[in-house]
């Protein structure tokens, strides 16, 4: 018997008060993804869009905008708290969340929306970015800058560190972040290694990662992308994984995910929406080929 599509629903997070370290500017990537999406959404006839990629119809997703999330502009915690609440909303209601921030801070939005959307068993993170994001606190930071998401969210209590991922990493980080993930994980993919293997065999690995979990949270952050291809971050950090990889991956994982999540786009240094575009892309690659759920 064939399964009914999934239906996505568009949460907007239009808050950058976590941008304690790179650019603020993230509030307004929400409405800038939407505007674009309405570029790409706009080729659909009849209930069907083509795609020269596959040379196939696909049904068009059903995308539905469910506004944004209460934001705080004085309150991180409230911000966070509020968003999963409507992420955990939108989960409970039969719905696959796209998640549209603001700061990397809604990565631990994310995570905790689809764990408390949930019942029970293991939570699964995949965890795009150029850093780890595994800062416990500092004085300057606090405990949910949007260099803290990833520990934050391996602290749920049904999260897997076994299950979870991180790809796109590079470049340096604190030695304490070192003594964290040889510890507690958890798997890395670095966008040397992307580069190396290719896209396949990253989306491969991945896969293999996320295995027997039962829910599967997927956060980009889109500095895990070269800023050749995405100048519009909150951080520029040369060396990443190219636009085509990032398609493509998120393409095959879709069908595995149970929530979604593009953070970091900062139109205030963007370059002509290059990277607004982007990330409506890879939203809408994600709704295309995400439709029906798929079980490792």
């Not at 706009?42 to 059903?62: F, I």
């Not at 209590?157 to 299950?163: D, K, L």
């Amino acid at each position: 018997m064939s399964q009914s599509p999934r239906t996505f629903e568009i949460i907007g997070a239009p808050y950058d008060g976590a941008s304690t370290l790179g650019i603020p500017g993230s509030r307004y990537a929400p409405g800038a993804i939407r505007r674009a999406l309405e570029w790409i959404t706009m080729r659909v006839e009849d209930g069907e869009v083509y795609s020269l990629e596959s040379g196939e119809l696909h049904q068009a997703p059903n995308l539905i905008d469910g506004g944004d999330a209460q934001v705080i502009a004085h309150d991180l915690e409230s911000t966070l708290a509020n968003t999963s609440a409507r992420l955990a909303e939108s989960i409970r209601g039969g719905n696959v969340p796209i998640l549209l921030g603001g700061d990397d801070c809604f990565l631990y939005a994310g995570s905790r929306g689809l764990h408390d959307g949930t019942d029970d068993g293991s939570v699964a993170v995949i965890h795009f970015d150029a850093h780890l994001d595994v800062m416990d606190e500092n004085e300057q930071q606090g405990r949910h800058s949007q260099s803290s998401g990833m520990r934050r969210s391996l602290e749920l209590p049904r999260a897997s560190r076994n299950h979870s991922i991180q790809v796109g990493l590079r470049h340096f980080n604190f030695p304490s972040s070192r003594r964290y993930v040889v510890a507690e994980g958890p798997a890395q993919i670095t966008a040397r290694a992307f580069e190396e293997i290719g896209s396949p065999a990253v989306a491969g690995r991945i896969l293999e990662r996320i295995a027997g979990a039962d829910h599967v949270h997927l956060s980009f952050d889109i500095d895990a992308i070269d800023p050749a291809h995405a100048p519009g971050a909150g951080a520029s950090e040369p060396g990443g994984i190219t636009s085509r990889q990032a398609i493509d991956v998120v393409s095959a994982l879709a069908p595995h995910c149970d929530s979604f999540a593009v953070t970091e786009v900062n139109p205030m240094t963007d370059h002509r929406d290059m990277t607004s575009t982007l990330a409506a892309y890879l939203c809408y690659y994600f709704a295309v080929f995400g439709q029906v759920k798929n079980q490792l």
